[in-house]
Structure formats: C-alpha cells, structure tokens
C-alpha cells in the first residue's frame, strides 16, 4: 500500500435541518446548499405526496405536465387558471392555517369555474427567524388539504427576507383546473328571476379569525369554514340544473359578493334577511364586536345563481352534501334597480346591503 495520502475530495459534511429548534436564516433564500436542504427536507416530502407520478427530479424551472386530455370526462373542456396570495394573520387559527388555506382558496376560486381542481404551484415568502418547526408543520397541512382535494402540487419558489419584512410566512398559489364541456360561469351571466342560493352560515371564518387574534373566548368555540368546495361543485353539475353563477363570498362576504354580481350581470338583488343562516356564537360575537356577518369572511361557502325552475332540485343535490346541509333559498335577482341589493329585515322592512367600505378586518386571507 502507498503511504501517499489520497486526493480525492471527500463529500462535505452537511449538518442535518434541526426541525424542532432551527429556524429559517437567510441562507435558506440564497439558492444554495442551505436552500437545496431545505427543499430536501421540508417541502419534498410532504408535496410529493400530492402527485402519484411523483416529484421530477431534474431541478428543472418548471413542472411538465401530462398530454391533454388532463382527467376522464373532461376530454375538450376549457382550462382555468387562478391564483391567489395569503397573507393571514395568526398563521394558525381555529379550523384551519395558513396552509390549508393556501390549498382551498386556489382550489375553490378554480371551482367558482366549474373546474375541477388539478394541479398547484406554490411560492413561500419566509422571515429570517420562522421556526423551522412551524413551517413543517404549515407545509404538511397543505400536503393534507392537497391530498383531500385531490390536486397535485407539482412547482414552487421559496424566498428569504429579513426579520421583521413578513410577519412569519407569506403563501401565494397558483391553480391550473378543467371545465367539463359546455360548462359556463360567470357573475355577468344572471338574469332578473333567477334564485340566489347560499350553502350555510356565514361569517365563521372572520369571526374566527378575529376571536383568535384578538384572544376572545366565547361560551361556543368558533372555528373558521375554511374547506375545498369543488366536490360540492361537481355535485351540482351533476343535476344539469341551469347554473349561471358560482361564487365564495371570502372578502366582503355575501353583501358585498353580491354587489359584485349584481353590477356585473346588470341586475338587481332581493335577498330575505330570515333565509339567511348565521351560526348562533357568530351573530353573538358580531354583534358584540359591533360588526355585520353579511360582510365578514368566509372561506367554505358558496353563492349559487341558478334558474328558478331549477332551485328546489339544486338545493337538494348542495343539501346532501356535507359542504351543503345547511344550503337555503335566500333571494332572487330582478331586472333592477341594476346594481342594488336590497333585503327584506326579519322586521319587516327593506334594508339596502352595499359594498363594504374601508376594512374592518384586515389579514383574515
């Protein structure tokens, strides 16, 4: 044997992510080895999960995606894309975080569409000094809701700022879906007689948030709504009922959802105050805090505007799905005033609904 020492370069030593006590520093955003560990250890194994074929490996820019037709029985429908940025704050809240928000937002801004959810990029602004702890813990609740909605998350970016620049943790989605063929929605598409139907209560997730935020205990616990609605949209579908509407009332809620549409499609909107379903705690808690519930956030609802002749068959197919038990009639579109909604009270009277003004809540999404 010689007694020449060998020059061959031995592989660095790389100390393991501490995932219990480490946090993130701004190595892990500079694109080097700090970076790769990170990808590596936090977000390949929960996201690979979402794809049955699996994460590609190249360290390629960008996710190829399988030859059209994407899914059964979509075979010539039209793609939609949407994304969405999440900014909420606490990052983790009664009913759902950060995470599992990021999925379901994107998820169910593709199914206000008619699509079916298939395929989710992510990008992860982190602060200098997140714990590690508490990313692992966001990424694999969105690996969770991704798995439950049945959508792939097959790209992302992640970028470092210094502390005190993002609040923890910054998610933006972005959400690639396919309509069946013939399927068409959009809120300049209803017309004056049309039903306005609601899938449940509103206001659980602002007041959840809100409660969370401001440490408020009430007799009932509140937890947000936040939930994929595309299965319930499928469901719907599935009747065949005269569909010209989707959509969730997050931002603004339902007065201010309706607002939108109403202005878009030309139209006017009579709701009935006494159809409108608020969660007991929630009402309680609203009118404590001095808030409305018809403007407060929801992140598991939809608003469904659909022919008349066809709202008693859509309501039961929403009302035998678990996202829909509590789906009810709330009103009718009517050729005008274009633009206004109005509501019958439980009093009697009529009480104009408009648009939210300034921001009551901010950071709830």
């Given at each position: 044997m010689?007694?020449?020492?060998?020059?061959?370069a031995?592989?660095?030593?790389v100390?393991?992510?501490?995932?219990k006590?480490?946090r993130?520093d701004?190595?892990?955003?500079a694109?080097?080895?700090?970076?790769?560990?990170?990808?590596?250890?936090?977000?390949?194994?929960?996201f690979?999960?979402?794809?049955?074929?699996?994460w590609q490996?190249?360290g390629?820019d960008?996710?190829?995606?399988p030859?059209?037709?994407?899914?059964?029985g979509?075979?010539?429908?039209k793609?939609?894309m949407?994304t969405?940025?999440?900014?909420?704050s606490?990052?983790?809240?009664?009913?759902?975080?950060?995470?599992?928000?990021?999925?379901h937002?994107?998820?169910n801004?593709?199914?206000?569409?008619?699509?079916?959810p298939?395929y989710?990029?992510?990008?992860?602004?982190?602060?200098?000094?997140l714990?590690?702890?508490?990313?692992?813990?966001?990424?694999?609740?969105?690996?969770?809701?991704a798995?439950?909605a049945?959508?792939?998350?097959?790209?992302?970016?992640?970028?470092?700022v210094e502390?005190?620049?993002?609040?923890?943790l910054y998610?933006?989605?972005t959400?690639l879906?396919q309509c069946?063929p013939g399927?068409?929605?959009s809120g300049r598409?209803?017309?004056?007689?049309d039903a306005v139907?609601?899938?449940?209560?509103?206001?659980?997730h602002g007041?959840?948030?809100?409660s969370?935020?401001?440490?408020l205990r009430?007799?009932a616990p509140i937890?947000?709504?936040?939930a994929?609605l595309?299965g319930?949209?499928?469901h719907?579908?599935?009747t065949?009922?005269?569909?010209?509407?989707?959509?969730?009332?997050t931002?603004?809620?339902l007065?201010?959802?309706?607002?939108?549409?109403?202005?878009a499609?030309?139209?006017?909107?009579?709701?009935?105050?006494?159809?409108?379903?608020?969660?007991?705690?929630?009402?309680?808690?609203c009118?404590?805090?001095?808030?409305?519930?018809?403007?407060?956030?929801?992140?598991?609802?939809?608003?469904a505007?659909?022919?008349?002749s066809?709202?008693?068959r859509?309501?039961?197919?929403?009302?035998?799905?678990p996202?829909?038990r509590?789906?009810?009639?709330i009103g009718?579109?009517?050729?005008?005033?274009?633009?206004?909604?109005?509501?019958r009270?439980?009093?009697?009277?009529?009480?104009?609904?408009?648009?939210?003004m300034?921001?009551p809540?901010?950071?709830?999404?």
């Amino acid at each position: 044997m010689s007694d020449i020492p060998s020059t061959a370069a031995k592989p660095a030593y790389v100390r393991p992510l501490d995932l219990k006590h480490g946090r993130i520093d701004l190595t892990h955003g500079a694109g080097g080895r700090a970076s790769h560990q990170l990808i590596e250890t936090v977000f390949r194994p929960a996201f690979a999960q979402t794809w049955p074929g699996g994460w590609q490996d190249g360290g390629d820019d960008g996710a190829l995606l399988p030859d059209m037709p994407l899914t059964p029985g979509t075979a010539g429908g039209k793609l939609v894309m949407a994304t969405d940025a999440h900014v909420v704050s606490p990052l983790f809240f009664p009913g759902g975080d950060i995470g599992s928000l990021a999925v379901h937002g994107t998820v169910n801004d593709l199914a206000m569409m008619g699509a079916r959810p298939l395929y989710l990029s992510v990008s992860f602004i982190l602060e200098e000094g997140l714990p590690l702890s508490e990313l692992q813990r966001v990424v694999q609740s969105m690996a969770r809701a991704a798995r439950e909605a049945e959508v792939a998350i097959v790209a992302g970016d992640t970028k470092v700022v210094e502390r005190g620049k993002a609040d923890g943790l910054y998610i933006s989605t972005t959400g690639l879906g396919q309509c069946r063929p013939g399927v068409q929605l959009s809120g300049r598409l209803a017309q004056a007689g049309d039903a306005v139907l609601l899938s449940g209560t509103v206001g659980d997730h602002g007041v959840a948030i809100l409660s969370q935020r401001e440490g408020l205990r009430f007799d009932a616990p509140i937890a947000s709504d936040c939930a994929a609605l595309h299965g319930l949209v499928a469901h719907m579908l599935d009747t065949g009922a005269a569909l010209r509407v989707l959509r969730d009332p997050t931002r603004g809620g339902l007065a201010t959802t309706l607002n939108e549409i109403a202005v878009a499609s030309g139209v006017g909107m009579q709701l009935d105050e006494s159809a409108i379903a608020v969660n007991p705690t929630v009402a309680a808690a609203c009118e404590f805090m001095g808030l409305d519930p018809l403007y407060m956030a929801n992140e598991g609802k939809l608003i469904a505007i659909c022919a008349a002749s066809d709202a008693e068959r859509l309501l039961n197919a929403m009302r035998a799905h678990p996202l829909g038990r509590q789906a009810c009639h709330i009103g009718h579109v009517t050729a005008g005033p274009a633009g206004q909604v109005r509501m019958r009270t439980t009093f009697g009277g009529q009480r104009m609904l408009d648009w939210l003004m300034g921001e009551p809540l901010p950071r709830i999404c």
